[in-house]
């Protein structure tokens, strides 16, 4: 079993509609959650993090943490095109990142 | 601000070869990471220096594999000799507070033939 998982894709959705992306990690003791964005051939881009069970929104962004049952999900509204690319789930893990391996997102006109 | 850079972005070597990569972080952060990605594989850790120690090398592949950050600003990662399974991107990230935000450079695509 694969520490952080990811459903690779590609997730296809027309541009306005909301994209959800999931995510799932088998490490209990993970405290910290984020979403990274990478463009191809790109670095990864930080665009949300979360810490506690629950919501946390910041713009058209919505990270959602349920440590019970170790999900982790990013919703994201109103998808532009310009939001197509690989999305990665990334869990701490003492002093480092164990990344999944990433969903494509392609946002569609 | 200026954010991570890496040197060189790409780096074709060949089987037996040394290559030495280099990464800046950002101004005045203590932590500086190593990564990996493998082509198809995910984003996988190699080391964690926190100034010029380091702090978790676990995820060193094998000897073959030395980093360095001696004054704790830059730091090198230089693979000798290298070999086939070595070829994908490296990427360095730096953070203020441990491992929680990290801002990741572009990356250097290494290539062996």
């Known amino acids: 079993q694969k520490e952080v998982e990811q459903n690779s894709g590609p997730l296809s959705v027309p541009e306005g509609a909301i994209a959800s992306l999931n995510c799932t990690y088998s490490?209990?003791?993970?405290?910290?959650f984020f979403w990274y964005r990478q463009y191809s051939g790109k670095s990864p881009e930080l665009i949300m993090f979360?810490?506690?069970?629950g919501d946390k929104e910041d713009g058209r962004f919505t990270a959602q943490l349920n440590k019970a049952s170790q999900y982790v999900s990013l919703l994201i509204r109103d998808s532009q095109p310009s939001d197509s690319a690989t999305y990665l789930c990334a869990v701490t893990s003492t002093d480092k990142l164990i990344f999944g391996t990433g969903t494509r997102l392609q946002v569609f006109p | 601000e200026a954010g991570v850079t890496q040197f060189p972005s790409h780096s074709v070597i060949e089987k037996g070869q040394t290559v030495t990569l280099r990464c800046d972080p950002i101004?005045?952060?203590?932590?500086l990471y190593w990564y990996r990605r493998v082509m198809g594989k995910e984003i996988k850790f190699l080391l964690h220096?926190?100034?010029?120690?380091?702090?978790?090398e676990s995820g060193m592949p094998n000897n073959r594999f030395l980093a360095e950050r001696t004054g704790g600003t830059y730091s090198t990662l230089k693979v000798q000799p290298a070999e086939l399974e070595d070829s994908g991107v490296y990427f360095c990230?730096?953070?203020?507070?441990?491992?929680?935000?990290?801002?990741f450079g572009p990356g250097t695509r290494l290539t062996v033939l």
């Open positions: 220096f926190v100034k010029e120690s380091k702090q978790d």
């Open positions: 101004s005045g952060h203590d932590n």
């Open positions: 490490d209990r003791g993970s405290q910290s």
């Open positions: 990230a730096s953070s203020h507070f441990g491992p929680d935000t990290q801002y």
């Open positions: 979360i810490y506690s069970n």
